[in-house]
């Protein structure tokens, strides 16, 4: 894969030990998901309040955003950790500050970081159309882009710099 995109998500996991060491070991041990090509969920990167994780290399596809789709071919997958006794916001700093990196590395435009819910999650093996996945719920407003994501794209435009 030759990333164009990234896509950002958030575990939902809100477990003490669901922090970004716990997921990753949890992925690279095969954690199992019924819905894509490969049956098990990949993706590049994931985060918490003082850590970084990569569990993919940026060239290998992740099966993070839309099953057989674009979103799986083109981007690259970032998981925040939201457990508790996580600090979010500073999650959500080191994410922008991860982001920013990567669009530079990439040469990927900030138009081209992008929520979960960008993806379409089309299921090509049975044709199913199960819409678009709101996430990163963390990052959303009612379940919608609003303040909280324009607030996470002003700090990856800042750290873009």
């Given amino acids: 894969m030759r990333p164009t995109f990234i896509t950002i998500h958030s575990t939902d996991n809100t477990s003490r030990s669901a922090d970004a060491l716990n997921h990753a070991l949890a992925m690279n041990k095969g954690r199992r998901s019924r819905h894509n090509r490969t049956g098990f969920l990949t993706w590049h990167f994931t985060v918490d309040d003082h850590s970084i994780y990569q569990s993919l290399p940026t060239n290998e596809t992740g099966e993070h955003a839309d099953y057989e789709g674009q979103g799986n071919r083109s981007s690259i997958g970032i998981e925040m950790c939201v457990n508790r006794g996580n600090n979010l ?66 700090k990856v435009s800042f750290y873009a710099r």
Avoid: E
Avoid at 102 to 113: C, E, T
Avoid at 115 to 139: A, E, Q, T, V
């Fill in 89 to 154: 916001g500073s999650t959500i700093d080191r994410t922008a500050q991860l982001t920013a990196r990567l669009m530079r590395q990439y040469d990927i435009p900030l138009n081209h970081v992008v929520p979960h819910m960008h993806w379409r999650m089309i299921r090509y093996s049975d044709g199913r159309d199960l819409g678009f996945k709101k996430c990163p719920r963390i990052l959303l407003d009612g379940g919608r882009l609003g303040p909280k994501w324009s607030a996470f794209m002003a």
